[in-house]
């Protein structure tokens, strides 16, 4: 139930298009949903994040969609550029959490062909 | 302002040996949590610090042990080391223990056991 799930696993899209990456869960009691993108050699960096209370988050190119009663969301790129070839992270946690221990995906591997 | 900062970069050590990684946070901050992120997967919580108290731990074993000094800095401990204790050894501030607790991660330890 704490885990997040998360797809594709890699991804491959042409400059100028869109990515998007989806994931799942299951505890319902999730209440931060946060993206984070990591390139090699580098930590993660958190580029996007949504509470439940709203269904869609938009940040410059990158927009969060939210479906609480499915509990999924999603990271959409706009106008993908090479230097958005990373690995992407979805990521969930709990204001019950004692500690704030957020829970992972699996992560994408985006490519972004010039 | 500097980021967050680990240190060392890399290290290799080999079975049955102890690790010491250590954390500096982001000026100000006084939340410090760590996680592990084996190749290919998504960052996994193993312990959360604030104010010198620890405030989270995720399912990893005894072994693992970590603390936090009054300059909030941290420090983890990995003893009787295994193979499977090969990763890259995140670590992640946040000013506050709240949700939403946005966390600014380091660039890692890269911990190779032999």
């Known amino acids: 139930q704490q885990q997040v799930k998360q797809s594709p696993q890699s991804l491959i899209v042409q400059k100028g298009g869109i990515s998007i990456i989806n994931c799942a869960y299951e505890n319902t009691a999730f209440d931060y949903f946060p993206w984070y993108q990591q390139f090699p050699g580098k930590g993660p960096a958190l580029l996007i994040a949504?509470?439940?209370?709203?269904s869609e988050k938009k940040e410059g190119r990158f927009t969060i969609s939210f479906n609480k009663s499915a509990k999924q969301f999603s990271l959409h790129i706009m106008d993908s550029q090479p230097g958005d070839s990373a690995t992407y992270f979805c990521a969930a946690s709990t204001s019950e959490s004692y500690g704030q221990n957020f829970v992972f995906g699996p992560g994408t591997r985006l490519s972004v062909l010039p | 302002d500097a980021g967050v900062t680990q240190s060392p970069t890399h290290l290799i050590k080999t079975r049955g040996q102890q690790v010491t990684l250590r954390c500096s946070p982001i000026s100000g901050h006084k939340s410090v949590s760590w996680y592990q992120q084996v190749l290919g997967q998504g960052p996994q919580f193993i312990f959360q610090?604030?104010?010198?108290?620890?405030?989270g731990r995720g399912n990893f074993p005894d072994r693992f042990s970590a603390r936090q000094f009054p300059n909030y800095s941290s420090e983890l401990n990995v003893n009787a080391l295994l193979l499977g204790d090969s990763a890259l050894y995140l670590c992640a501030s946040s000013l506050i223990l709240s949700i939403p607790n946005e966390q600014f991660f380091g660039p890692g330890t890269r911990l190779t056991v032999l």
């Open positions: 610090y604030y104010e010198k108290e620890e405030r």
């Open positions: 949504i509470r439940p209370d709203v």
